[in-house]
């Protein structure tokens, strides 16, 4: 938190002195976000519009060796239990499914686990490493290390997924020629029609940038549901345990390698949203600042190199940005437009180009929402999953920024208990709130000099910070219906039943 408050006053600090030292520099600047801003809203409006290009697909031999990957970390032991039950249930022979718990102090977690996993039988295998390092990744080459020599398919499956029975045939049957790896979609059961807006949100992702992905030849890895052939695996190397999101980092390296993934628009299996705003703020820093990682990994090679084509590099940075905005420096000009200068011609356009970058960006949101979701979801639940992504801004604007200034965030798994109390709404929206309360004062200085245009930008900025309370409305029922269905998942495994 206190480093998003150093970012805006560092930022507000750097482009004040531009302004008076420097202006044609940061008019520059400006100018080169609004370029990106349209780059980005462009692409988007495009794959929005497209089709998802037809897959081919085979009815393989149903006995090539599977392994099923599943990293878990203080998970509830009910919640594991169910995604085994349903791997169990699976239509498919050739399988083993290795359960690697890293780092859970409480043996009465993961206990429980390991004797499920034993009377499964023995191709379900259970690990359990005190001090294993490198989060997920870590996990998953764990994994790796221990799975089967026959195996020739590897499944990376989050701890509280339930699969569809026929999850590993379909997924086998889109290996023809050069596949290298099938995504499917994440999708989620705690879904109620109080908490829609939040799961569509979600969707954008992958009937957006998935779909495009597919067009391009460039589809990465969002994590869970996606399976591999091994051989290539063990050609690129391991996961790397820097990376908050392995798994995007590991696609790029596929990608670069000139491998081929492609996404697959079924909904093989659903896992659980976050339960409230601190969770979901986590959830989505972790996506953001793991793909700034990867951005900056090895920004300039993508960028100019020969690797990857024109359209792959589109793709790519499409992927790696969806969950960036660029608006806070047009914003923090816009406020500071309001405390002097106003006749310099380069203040003025610099406020300018600001504020149209900021209402470019608003209206291809919304363009992009529309079109993706209007034959799919009544116009009012599409209006709030915008207003969710809206509500995120002060995430999407300042993660990437920590990402490149090696501001190092800790990896965040997204908890699956159920916490008495919910998260201090207070604590969890300071910087929205900071934000909203400069807005407002800025936004009534420009009223008082008689500037409406640049007082009502401001004001529409302090109500896009203000949809961060609208989020909190929008995911507090998540809880108790997930309370529900962790209950019912109980009740199931103690009755041996689905």
């Not at 870590?138 to 398919?153: I, M, Q, R």
């Not at 969707?203 to 969002?222: D, L």
């Not at 600001?354 to 209007?374: C, D, E, G, R």
């Not at 640049?454 to 507090?476: D, H, Q, R």
Request: charged share 20%.
């Amino acid at each position: 938190m206190v480093a998003d408050f150093l970012i805006i006053l560092t930022l507000l600090i750097t482009l004040g002195l531009g302004l008076i030292y420097l202006p044609w520099l940061v008019l520059a600047l400006l100018i080169f976000i609004f370029v990106i801003v349209l780059l980005q809203g462009s692409v988007e409006l495009i794959a929005s519009f497209l089709p998802f290009p037809p897959l081919k697909f085979s009815n393989p031999a149903f006995d090539r060796f599977v392994s099923i990957h599943i990293p878990a970390f203080n998970e509830p032991a009910d919640l594991l239990k169910n995604t085994l039950k349903h791997l169990s249930l699976l239509k498919y022979k050739n399988y083993e499914v290795i359960v690697v718990d890293n780092n859970t102090v409480d043996e009465v977690v993961w206990k429980p686990v390991e004797k499920y996993c034993n009377e499964l039988g023995n191709n379900f295998k259970f690990f359990h490493i005190d001090k294993l390092e490198g989060f997920k990744a870590g996990a998953l080459n764990f994994a790796l290390n221990e799975t089967s020599s026959e195996a020739e398919f590897v499944v990376v499956v989050d701890a509280d997924y339930e699969v569809k029975p026929q999850f590993l045939k379909e997924a086998l049957s889109y290996f023809v020629d050069d596949v290298a790896f099938v995504q499917f979609p994440q999708a989620y059961r705690n879904i109620t029609g109080e908490n829609k807006g939040v799961a569509i949100e979600y969707e954008h992702f992958f009937k957006i940038h998935m779909k495009m992905a597919n067009h391009f030849n460039c589809v990465s890895s969002t994590g869970t549901l996606v399976i591999f052939r091994r051989n290539v695996l063990n050609e690129i190397g391991f996961y790397d345990r820097k990376c908050l999101t392995e798994d995007a980092e590991i696609a790029a390296r596929l990608i670069e390698a000139g491998r081929k993934g492609i996404y697959v628009d079924k909904v093989m299996g659903r896992g659980l949203m976050p339960y409230d705003i601190e969770a979901y703020k986590k959830q989505k820093s972790r996506w953001a600042y793991g793909n700034g990682q990867i951005l900056k990994k090895d920004f300039l090679g993508i960028l100019f190199g020969k690797k990857l084509n024109f359209k792959q590099k589109i793709s790519f940075f499409s992927e790696m940005t969806a969950w960036f905005n660029f608006i806070l420096i047009p914003i923090l000009v816009i406020f500071l437009g309001s405390i002097g200068y106003n006749n310099n011609f380069i203040w003025k356009m610099s406020v300018l180009i600001s504020v149209f970058t900021i209402y470019l960006f608003f209206a291809m949101k919304l363009i992009s929402f529309v079109a993706t979701f209007i034959k799919e979801y009544p116009t009012k639940n599409i209006l709030r999953a915008l207003f969710v992504h809206f509500g995120m801004v002060a995430v999407y604007s300042t993660m990437f920024i920590k990402s490149f200034l090696d501001m190092n965030i800790s990896f965040e798994r997204t908890n699956k208990f159920i916490l008495p109390q919910k998260p201090s709404i207070l604590k969890n929206t300071r910087i929205e709130i900071f934000m909203i309360i400069i807005s407002l004062m800025v936004g009534i200085n420009y009223f008082a000099n008689s500037n409406s245009i640049l007082a009502f930008t401001t004001f529409l900025i302090a109500i896009n910070y203000l949809l961060i309370f609208y989020v909190y409305w929008e995911i507090s029922p998540t809880k108790k219906y997930s309370a529900k269905l962790i209950n019912e998942m109980k009740k199931s495994i103690a009755e041996n039943k689905i």
